[in-house]
């Protein structure tokens, strides 16, 4: 049997705003319990909310850069359910007059462009947090403690069709949407911190029908990792229901990391029924034409639009300019390292090679590249190190761990510790020859045509240089004098 | 002393005719001593009121100038929340509970100095019109204390009709200001919705609360509204207007001005006594020249229905907060969370709190969403629009204020309908948003009487003026006999 | 799902007649959190029934394209600043706690037994 998977993600991504959604507490993560309160987010008896005008400009920029209709008169609405996390028993959110509308990304899967449709993106505040106690779920506590910190923190609610057709395609979807949030500067985009969140609607069918499946909703993916495992799991699960003549329940379930599995959440007895209405304390949002001009002007460059620039301008192979792009401080630093080049002759393709090299570094040693202040200056020097062969490619990445988060000018410290490449052709011939004269052997092989002898001769060339040989003159050199260029 | 109104006590405080401690001393001792009988306070405040009123002296002293009613003492409902000082709303869920904050009302009131002297009685969440409701049990109509005093703001009414506070505030969702007014013959005042901010008032249907003022005459209520009202930030729903002094018409002529009589509430639901007596006023107010006019406001036919469809759903989600989990009343005979909140609920609401949630919770489920609610509110934007017709043409709309005089305990508690008709003169003023007040007019049965008077948006001005050339002509005086009778 | 509404003759305007069951005021019970005796859900069922009756008059009212009111008065686009201003009274929140603990509000545990 083939089956089609059909998944809808419901991405929940937390606001870079100072203070919360309706009042002046502080937004900030990871503060002792309950110390960023006031009466409002506690919900006092007669406090009242007042919207936070960040938040709707920031929704306007992610409308815009995800291809919305912004929505003129907009509304919030109270969406009633009693759970400690949340305060008042009800979440100041949208319903049916959401901020944007009917968008979509592109994103590329298998080098294949692919059209993932947003439903909607709405404002709503975050729930507080909930410790259980006496065990570490819900199921075996003995109490749990409310922390409101969080409560009220602003959020945006990205809602895809469902569209997306698997899980790689869900994660990819995702990073994208968390590249676009970054660009924007809305959002921090932090999966582990919980400011990026989402859940996924899963449901699969056979090939060719149009009608849906019945879908289970998974909760708790807090990381591109778990968002594709735990739709895969839940895939494969419903697959062998299916497939084993069984029928799938409408549930929640939850991901789990740590066992990688997704479990039923107990199902609960009473049907939801969140009696949303128009929330009397709040007054309509209405946006017009002039407000969302000026949100476009303040619109950076998006990626999509870098990338094709990097191509179309610098002749910049797709897949570099790609990853130049993955986040916009590496766009912006290469771009600077290249217009300030100091040699006439570099390229955008050397200084490409080494900005990636360079953010490379970052990645895998899990430094955080947003504090590397001089990066496009370092990048720069390095391009020209390499440009005039002054050093070799692979030089490059022994000098990182000593230059990156220091503002060395690479080409200073080069100096300083003498790695400049030997290059000086009257002091490399002596060289050789002597390499020549102790491994006649090998020297012999090399004429008689065997040309993998060459890497052992550079090899003997590069000890008795310490590895500061120009590699490409040297084995130009070498092949002169043994006569077989 | 403690039968003069608010202006004659500040003129005896500016004239050091007496100082704001021995005038709140009196206040005090005279609220103690009442109270046993009247039950119109869930809480006396005395060290508050001593506190704001020493400060008073110390600026008498010191020969500062004071503005008009610093040391004037004031009672403030019991839904408004004041620093430190039980704030109930007259309901078991709320016991024990003190405010973090105050109340934007409180703090101009604490900035004007005026000595806060206690917390007084109300319908449990202002859900009622005679103060039956109250967890702490109804409180007495100082004219016949076999009558309920109204409400739900009644112990606000009672404390200035029984000379308890030349001064005290309420709130009026469907009326709650203008027919406990009515009931003990004094002057109430609901403003222009967002003429003074909601901050610190316990929500009970957020689109229909207003706070206002009860007086012994109009000219107090338009200097304590000069104080009440005003922006706040706080207050998304606050009407950014510039300040205008409310006392601007008090004495202009009423000669050949316009009042509009609905026929929707003039002749439906009044008795003939009743009827006979409001229309024995009307003829003797137009030989001074008021023309009256009867006029027709179809959709306020529909007022009542609407408004006890939008009330409810609104207070339903207000109330939702009261859970047990961060202040007030948690039931001690729960072992999970769901049972917690339950039986804290159940045990800590009275029924009608509890009857409101249901009908909001019904009005406002999925299905019945368009039929009810939202019915509802289209109804509510034709009632807006039939006022705004008439205000074209008319300065102000009279009608009673209330159907009957005061009722007595037990007399309409047992059908809940029986009870919200008493509402059906003073709920339409709050679906438009509108500006009403309430003054003295009379007797029917040895019982208090009132006239409504309803303006159009920011119109208090206007509407004061009116009222104040009205209670000139009336000459109602306030019988404070019966408070010696009752001690 | 337990709602039931009889429409018991519609000439000009559709008049119903609400019914308003035992079970309906169950429903509406847990989405209050309210428990009821049998006694109070024949009275609150009673009550509402009444209630709901009288407001079919609602359905006289031809409403086709009125705009609905969510507010008393017409105000638009009221914002605060993002702006932090720290509140110095929350210890005075946290007296009012029925149960705390750690500096949190201690609750029961959630799943019941
Ligand atoms: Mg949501
Ligand atoms: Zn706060």
Known sequence: ?485 | MIHLNAHELFNKIKNKEVSALELTNAFITHSKKTNAVLNSYNLITEEIAINTANRVDKKIATGEKLEIFEGVPIAIKDNICIEDIETTCSSKILEGFKPPYNATIIEKLNAMNMPIIGKTNMDEFAMGSSTETSFYGVSKNPWDISTVPGGSSGGSAVAVASGQAPLSIGSDTGGSIRQPASFCGIVGVKPTYGRISRYGLMAFASSLDQIGPFSKTVEDSAHLLNILCGYDFRDSTSQNVKAEDFTRDLNRSIKGIKVAIPKELYNSSLSKEVKDYYDQLINKLSNEGIIFEEIELPSLKYALSTYYIIAPAEASSNLSRYDGVRYGYRSENANSLIEMMTKSRSEGFGDEVKRRILIGNYVLSSGYYDAYYKKAQQVRTLIKEDYKKAFETYDVILSPTTPTPAFKPGEKTANPLEMYLNDIMTIPVNLAGLPAISIPCGMVNNLPMGLQLTGNVFEESKLLGISNQLEKILCFKLNNSFIEGVL | MYFHIYAIHSSYVKIFFVMITKETIKHLAVLSRLEFTEKQLDNFSHDLENIFNYAQMLNEVDTTGIIPSSHAMPLQNVFKEDRVIPYHNIEKIMANAPLEESHAFRVPKILAD
């Open chain 1, 1 to 485: 049997m083939s089956w089609e998977v059909v998944i809808g993600l419901e991405i929940h991504a937390q606001l870079k705003t100072n203070s919360k959604l309706f009042c002046h507490c502080s937004a900030a993560f990871g503060d002792t319990p309950n110390t960023n309160i006031c009466p409002v987010c506690t919900a006092m008896p007669g406090v009242l909310p007042v919207l936070n005008k960040k938040v709707v400009d920031s929704a306007i920029k992610l409308g815009l850069a995800t291809n919305c209709k912004i929505n003129s008169i907009n509304e919030f609405s109270r969406k009633n359910y009693f759970y400690p996390d949340s305060p008042k028993a009800y979440q100041i959110s949208q319903f049916d007059k959401p901020i944007c509308l009917a968008g979509y990304l592109n994103i590329m899967v298998n080098n294949e462009l692919r059209r993932i449709d947003i439903t909607r993106i709405h404002m709503e505040e975050d729930a507080g947090k909930l410790v259980h106690q006496g065990s570490d779920n819900i199921s075996g506590a003995t109490h749990s403690l409310v922390d409101l910190n969080r409560c009220s923190v602003p959020l945006l609610e990205i809602v895809s069709e469902p569209v997306i057709r698997s899980a790689t395609e869900a994660r990819l979807y995702m990073e994208k949407m968390r590249q676009i949030i970054r660009y924007l500067d809305i959002g921090d985009g932090n999966m582990e911190e919980g400011s990026l969140r989402c859940d996924a609607n899963v449901s699969i069918r056979k090939r060719g029908d149009i009608k849906l499946g019945t879908k289970t909703e998974v909760k708790n993916l807090n990381s591109f990792k778990s968002v594709e495992k735990a739709i895969n799991l839940e895939i494969d699960r419903q697959i062998d229901i299916l497939e084993d003549g069984g029928t799938i329940i409408q549930e929640t379930r939850h991901y789990n990391e740590a066992t990688a599995s997704t479990t039923s959440l107990r199902s609960k007895e009473e049907a939801h029924d969140y009696r949303y209405f128009p929330d009397p304390d709040l007054v309509p949002i209405v946006i017009d034409e002039l407000w969302i001009e000026t949100i476009r002007k303040e619109l950076p460059e998006l990626p999509e639009a870098i990338q094709k620039r990097f191509v179309n301008d610098y002749n910049l192979p797709t897949d570099h300019s790609v990853r130049l792009t993955s986040i916009k401080k590496l766009a912006e630093d290469f771009e600077n390292a290249y217009k300030n080049r100091k040699n006439e002759n570099i390229t955008p393709l050397e200084t490409a090679n080494v900005a990636l090299k360079y953010y490379d570094y970052f990645l895998s040693n899990n430094l955080d590249f947003s504090k590397s202040n001089h990066a496009s200056f370092q990048i720069g020097g390095l391009t020209f190190l390499v440009n005039t062969s002054t050093v070799s490619s692979s030089t490059i990445t022994s000098i990182l761990p000593d230059i990156v988060n220091t503002n060395y000018d690479p080409i200073e410290y080069v100096k300083e510790k003498g790695l400049a490449q030997v290059s000086d052709t009257g002091e490399l011939k002596s060289i050789i020859q002597d390499v020549i004269k102790e491994n006649p052997g090998p020297a012999e092989e090399i004429k008689s045509g065997k040309m993998q002898t060459i890497g052992f001769m550079m090899g003997q060339i590069m000890q008795k240089t310490k590895g500061k040989a120009n590699p490409g003159l040297a084995n130009k050199m070498l092949k002169e004098l043994l006569g077989i260029s």
